[in-house]
Each structure stands twice: as structure tokens, then as C-alpha cells.
């Protein structure tokens, strides 16, 4: 009896190549999505750069009343509509997403006079938005539509018409929201980092509003790790090297400061001082002898961020804070890596 002979395992060869694989269709979608986005910077030298600078207007305007910017899109636009009001908020705009179907059951008591309605839909037919748009022209709420669709009934109905370029979607079929949706994204960003910009949005208010996660311990100051008061470890310039000593074992941060008549920081006396000097005569120097003169320092209001590179710039472990040239805390390295900020 014969049996059929076993299929062959595919040489090597024959194996998927890596444009098989999806390589050349993940290189075709970004560079239709970044051809989109370059499209629409060049359009903001035309009409829609008009616009945009009117719609900044009134979003300005709008934050600066106390009032916010209430953003609305269903389905794909709706998901960048909801990423586009986290970032005008984490940068200070307020603002909040309004799902139009619950706008229509109840959530339309959201919206307020004076603030002002940004509706997304790259069709500019999109049914579901009709009751909020009705709703603002019926309040004198000023509305602001982006849309790939002019003319619409979104981009006709709004006060500020966004009409981005009607870039080609970067799904084969033409179907699923992939270049429209990066877009949009795109030009809410922008809108966001353009209000920030105008209002001189700084990192102290950024921190503000990130109190948790990395981004809010980037952003830790100086003085939320430094050691403050009996923390410090402090000698006169006329203290002998064997107190020194003491006191840098005491307070374990490395080193010690050298304070002059006046109490300024005069120097300082790092374990790398000690080593340098280490000679049967080194208790009975003083600290003027060993120490660091005019030693590098740092602020309290200082990002603990900037005390970190300057540390490693510096290839140095300890950093003194002062005010008027007079100590007022130290940092050690590890502080700032136990606060995750590195």
C-alpha cells in the first residue's frame, strides 16, 4: 500500500516577506495621514486660517468669562471629540464632552449661556447632532462645526466653520474613519496648544492640574524633596575636621555645609573632599582646608527636574538650595529618584 507523501514544510524562501506581512500597507496609511495633515496646514493660509483665528477668538473669550468649551461628535468623532475636550482641559481650557444622544435625554442641560459648542462630524449630516446644534442657535450659543463638508447643514448652521481638506480616508475600501479622524485630532490639538500659548500657560498651572502620575512628579519643585532645618548638615568655617566628620555621618547625605561669619554658604565637604585629602593629618585640618569653595547651588522654586540634570551634568550626588547665598535646604539624588523624577 502507498501513502501519500507528507507535504513539505515552505523552504525559507517562501516565507512571508515582511511587505506580505503589512509592512507596505502600514507605510501607505501613514503617508496618506501625514499627506492629510500637512494638506491642512497649508489650508490654514486660506479661509480656514480665517476661521481658526476667529474661533480662538471666541474660545479665549470664553475661558476668559469662566465659562467652557463644550465639544460633541458621534461615533469616531465622537472618541477624538472626547480626547480633544481632555486636552483643552488639562491645558487649562475648560471643557467637556457632551455625547449628542444623551444631549437629546437630558444632558443638553450641560451647555450654558456664554459657552461655546464645538460639534465634530466629517460628513456635516450627521442626525445625531441636530438637537444640540438647534439648541445653541436657540440660546445664542455660539458654535463652532469641524467638518470636511462645505457646504452642510453642520459647516451652514455654525457661527465658525472649520472645513478641513476632504483628504482621501486612508482605509483601502474608503469606508472606515482613519485620515478624517487624524485630522480632526490633529486640529484639536492644535486649537489647544494655540489657547495655551495665548494665555502664557506655564508649568507651575500645568502641574496644577497633574497632580498625579509622571507627569505631575516632573514637575515636583526643589523644595517639595529637599531636607529643610536640623535635616541639614552645617559647620563654621573654624570647625575642626573631626567635627566635620561627625556631622556628615550624623545627617548621611554626604556631605557637609561650610557656613562663613555671615552664615552664607562658603563651601562644602563631600565624600570626594575626604578622599582627596585622606592623610594621617586629616583630622587635624579644618574644614577651610578641605572644603569646595563657591559651591554650585540651585533655587527651592526650581523644577526638581533642572536639579536633577544639573546633578548629572555635574556628575555630583548632593545639592545645595539657597536664599541669599544662605542655605536653606539640601537635595540628594535619591530623593529625586525615590519621587520617580529622573
Same mark, same amino acid.
Given at each position: 500500500?502507498?501513502?501519500?507523501?507528507?507535504? !513539505?514544510?515552505?523552504?525559507p524562501?517562501?516565507?512571508?516577506?515582511p511587505?506580505?506581512?503589512?509592512?507596505?500597507?502600514?507605510r501607505?496609511?501613514l503617508?496618506?495621514?501625514?499627506?492629510?495633515? %500637512?494638506?491642512?496646514?497649508?489650508?490654514?493660509?486660506?479661509p480656514?486660517?480665517?476661521?481658526?483665528?476667529?474661533?480662538?477668538?471666541l %474660545?479665549?473669550?470664553?475661558?476668559?468669562?469662566?465659562k467652557?468649551?463644550?465639544i460633541?461628535?458621534?461615533?469616531k468623532?465622537?472618541?477624538?471629540?472626547?480626547?480633544?475636550?481632555?486636552?483643552?482641559?488639562?491645558?487649562?481650557?475648560?471643557?467637556?464632552?457632551?455625547? &449628542?444622544?444623551?444631549a437629546?435625554?437630558?444632558?443638553?442641560?450641560?451647555?450654558a449661556?456664554?459657552?461655546?459648542?464645538?460639534?465634530? !462630524?466629517?460628513?456635516?449630516?450627521?442626525?445625531?447632532?441636530?438637537?444640540?446644534?438647534?439648541?445653541?442657535?436657540?440660546?445664542?450659543?455660539?458654535?463652532?462645526?469641524?467638518?470636511?463638508?462645505? &457646504? !452642510?447643514?453642520?459647516?451652514?448652521?455654525?457661527?465658525?466653520?472649520?472645513?478641513v481638506?476632504?483628504?482621501?480616508?486612508?482605509?483601502?475600501?474608503g469606508?472606515?474613519?482613519?485620515?478624517?479622524t487624524?485630522?480632526?485630532?490633529?486640529?484639536?490639538?492644535?486649537i489647544?496648544?494655540?489657547? *495655551?500659548?495665548?494665555r502664557?500657560?506655564?508649568?507651575?498651572?500645568?502641574?496644577?492640574?497633574h497632580p498625579?502620575?509622571?507627569?505631575?512628579?516632573?514637575?515636583?519643585?526643589?523644595?517639595?524633596?529637599?531636607?529643610?532645618?536640623?535635616?541639614?548638615?552645617?559647620?563654621? *568655617?573654624?570647625?575642626?575636621?573631626?567635627?566635620?566628620?561627625?556631622?556628615?555621618?550624623?545627617?548621611r547625605l554626604g556631605?557637609?555645609?561650610?557656613l562663613?561669619?555671615?552664615?552664607?554658604?562658603?563651601?562644602? #565637604?563631600?565624600?570626594?573632599?575626604?578622599?582627596?585629602?585622606?592623610? &594621617?593629618?586629616?583630622?587635624?585640618?579644618? #574644614?577651610?582646608? #578641605?572644603?569646595?569653595?563657591?559651591?554650585?547651588?540651585?533655587?527651592?522654586?526650581?523644577?526638581?527636574?533642572?536639579?536633577?540634570?544639573?546633578? !548629572?551634568?555635574r556628575?555630583?550626588?548632593?545639592?545645595?538650595?539657597t536664599?541669599?547665598?544662605k &542655605?536653606?535646604?539640601?537635595?540628594?539624588?535619591?530623593?529625586c529618584?525615590r519621587?520617580?523624577?529622573?
Open positions: 500500500m502507498t501513502t501519500a507523501p507528507r507535504p !513539505s514544510a515552505p523552504s524562501s517562501a516565507a512571508a516577506s511587505s506580505e506581512g503589512g509592512l507596505d500597507a502600514a501607505r496609511v503617508q496618506v495621514e501625514a499627506d492629510a495633515i %500637512l494638506a491642512l496646514k497649508a489650508a490654514l493660509g486660506g480656514l486660517g480665517d476661521n481658526l483665528a476667529r474661533a480662538l477668538d %474660545l479665549e473669550a470664553a475661558t476668559v468669562a469662566g467652557r468649551v463644550v460633541s461628535g458621534m461615533g468623532s465622537g472618541h477624538v471629540a472626547r480626547k480633544i475636550a481632555s486636552t483643552l482641559a488639562s491645558t487649562g481650557t475648560p471643557a467637556l464632552y457632551v455625547h &449628542p444622544g444623551e437629546s435625554h437630558g444632558d443638553l442641560g450641560m451647555v449661556e456664554g459657552d461655546v459648542v464645538i460639534v465634530m !462630524s466629517n460628513s456635516g449630516e450627521t442626525q445625531e447632532l441636530s438637537d444640540i446644534v438647534a439648541f445653541a442657535k436657540l440660546r445664542g450659543i455660539k458654535l463652532v462645526a469641524m467638518t470636511a463638508r462645505a &457646504p !452642510s447643514s453642520l459647516a451652514d448652521a455654525a457661527d465658525v466653520p472649520l472645513v481638506p476632504n483628504s482621501p480616508e486612508a482605509c483601502p475600501m469606508l472606515a474613519p482613519t485620515t478624517s487624524t485630522t480632526m485630532l490633529a486640529l484639536g490639538d492644535a489647544a496648544v494655540a489657547l *495655551l500659548e495665548r502664557g500657560f506655564s508649568a507651575d498651572q500645568f502641574h496644577v492640574l498625579g502620575g509622571r507627569l505631575g512628579r516632573r514637575f515636583l519643585r526643589v523644595s517639595d524633596l529637599m531636607h529643610a532645618g536640623d535635616a541639614m548638615p552645617l559647620v563654621r *568655617l573654624d570647625t575642626p575636621m573631626a567635627d566635620a566628620i561627625l556631622v556628615m555621618s550624623e545627617k556631605c557637609v555645609g561650610v562663613d561669619a555671615k552664615g552664607s554658604l562658603a563651601g562644602i #565637604v563631600t565624600d570626594g573632599d575626604l578622599r582627596r585629602h585622606m592623610t &594621617p593629618g586629616l583630622l587635624a585640618l579644618g #574644614v577651610a582646608d #578641605v572644603m569646595t569653595a563657591n559651591p554650585k547651588t540651585i533655587r527651592r522654586a526650581a523644577l526638581a527636574a533642572e536639579a536633577v540634570g544639573f546633578m !548629572s551634568q556628575q555630583i550626588t548632593t545639592l545645595w538650595v536664599e541669599d547665598d &542655605p536653606v535646604g539640601i537635595l540628594h539624588i535619591h530623593d529618584l519621587a520617580g523624577v529622573a
